[in-house]
């Protein structure tokens, strides 16, 4: 008898979101008449980059923005 582990579909994908979840939502939300089992794959890995720029650019933005006399925002 093997003893293999499972390995999650997040795990393989090297993502930190929740591919099940973006799944369900996917699923439950009507999006398409058929959603294969790829893409929540695919939007997982675009979302994941899409947030990483927005956390990118608000954290370059709070180092380099105005600030008063006291050196607060």
């Known amino acids: 008898m093997s003893s293999r582990s499972t ?6 994908a090297g993502v930190t979101l ?7 939502g996917l ?5 398409a008449k058929h959603v294969s089992s790829r893409a929540p ?14 956390i990118k650019q608000t954290a370059e933005n709070v180092l380099k923005g105005p600030r008063d006399k006291k050196g607060v925002l």
């Open 27 to 31: 699923r439950r939300g009507r999006v």
């Open 41 to 54: 794959l695919y939007t997982a890995g675009v979302l994941e980059t899409i947030v990483d720029s927005i």
């Open 7 to 12: 390995v999650s579909r997040q795990a393989k």
């Open 18 to 24: 929740s591919v099940a979840r973006i799944n369900t």
